[in-house]
Nanobody
Framework: QVQLAESGGGLVQAGGSLRLSCAAS????????MAWFRQAPAKEREFVAG????????YYADSVKGRFTISRDNALNTVSLQMNNLQPEDTAVYYC?????????????????WGKGTLVTVSS
């Protein structure tokens, strides 16, 4: 039903920036809220940022607020995550997420579609 593909991960030094992108293969991209989650080694997957159907509202985890920006382009079926001032604790596999609801949930219950993930490594 929904296929997601992330790109843009890599290795950066602390203080650097990366921009992640997610391409969605779905008929009605505008009917899905989108989000980014991440999972660090030995940790549970956690919510990072989310955006509503048409991009009118955004949501961020406290740990990334002010540094990360989520955006979407419904004409291109893409969602992006601009990550600035990256820190070693941001090192994780980042996953694109789609939910058939207006406001994305921060938990992993209910209907969630996932990409395969892209690795972000931040060196000190």
């Amino acid at each position: 039903q929904v296929q997601l593909a992330e790109s843009g991960g890599g290795l950066v030094q602390a203080g650097g920036s990366l921009r992640l992108s997610c391409a969605a293969s779905v008929r009605t991209f505008g009917s899905y809220s989108m989000a980014w989650f991440r999972q660090a080694p030995a940790k549970e997957r956690e919510f990072v940022a989310g955006i509503t159907w048409k991009g009118g509202s955004t949501y961020y985890a406290d740990s990334v607020k002010g540094r990360f920006t989520i955006s979407r382009d419904n004409a291109l079926n893409t969602v992006s995550l601009q990550m600035n001032n990256l820190q070693p604790e941001d090192t994780a596999v980042y996953y694109c997420n789609a939910q058939p609801i207006v406001v994305p949930k921060r938990d992993q219950y209910g209907v969630h579609y996932w990409g395969k993930g892209t690795l972000v490594t931040v060196s000190s």
